[in-house]
């Protein structure tokens, strides 16, 4: 009698062991579904995805955009924005006209065209300049080429201080107003500058009015 009370016994711990067995399993399997889905949910779900260039860092306005500052990601159709582009090289080279997070999609109207350094400069830098005539400002639009004047004061002339600058953004007033800027002045203009120049027109533009020429 006890060894089959033993017998049933042990057949019972048997089965409760395998039961253990196989929710510890299917618990196992749910986690790395789960993961999968994390990590590949376009693909896990079967919905059409596409891949797209995302930034793979939080990336600051007026970034000069570079292979490691971009990464691809597949996202699904739906939820892709227009304009995003597909292809990293497409990106390298070009300015950020606005922050962007890491993992932002990037489209084509973040990015402006050709920069200085890509026509034989030694390289580009953003540079803040505040521009002396407000309405100046206003006719400026994020990739446009400008050349930089200085104005005449008591001890100088007018100056061309570059050529060749892009406008990287302009900050211009939340409502459309002045806000706190002096009346005298324009908003706060970001310039794509070839490194050469950049120190030379940040001084100047704290020493004297500083314009630009439409191009």
Not at 13 to 20: E, S
Not at 30 to 35: C, D
Not at 62 to 84: F, H, I, N
């Amino acid at each position: 009698m006890d060894t089959l009370l033993n017998r049933l016994t042990d057949l019972h711990l048997l089965r409760g062991r395998r039961a253990r067995l196989l929710r510890r399993f299917l618990a196992a399997a749910l986690m790395l579904a789960g993961l999968l889905v994390l990590l590949h949910p376009a693909s896990a779900r079967g919905a059409p995805s596409t891949a797209t260039v995302v930034a793979a860092r939080d990336l600051p306005a007026g970034a000069v955009l570079r292979a490691a500052d971009l990464r691809l990601a597949d996202l699904p159709d739906d939820v892709r924005p227009a304009g995003a582009l597909g292809d990293v090289g497409a990106a390298v080279g070009r300015l950020l006209s606005g922050a962007a997070r890491a993992g932002e999609p990037l489209t084509d109207v973040r990015l402006l065209g050709t920069t200085p350094a890509a026509k034989g400069e030694s390289g580009t830098v953003t540079v803040a300049v505040r521009l002396a005539d407000a309405g100046v400002a206003e006719l400026l639009q994020p990739g446009q080429h400008v050349a930089v004047v200085a104005a005449p004061d008591a001890t100088h002339t007018a100056a061309e201080l570059v050529k060749d600058a892009m406008v990287v953004t302009v900050h211009r007033p939340e409502g459309g107003g002045q806000g706190v800027i002096a009346p005298d002045k324009g908003p706060l203009v970001l310039l794509a500058l070839p490194v050469s120049v950049a120190t030379e027109v940040a001084a100047t533009s704290l020493e004297r009015p500083v314009t630009v020429t439409l191009r």
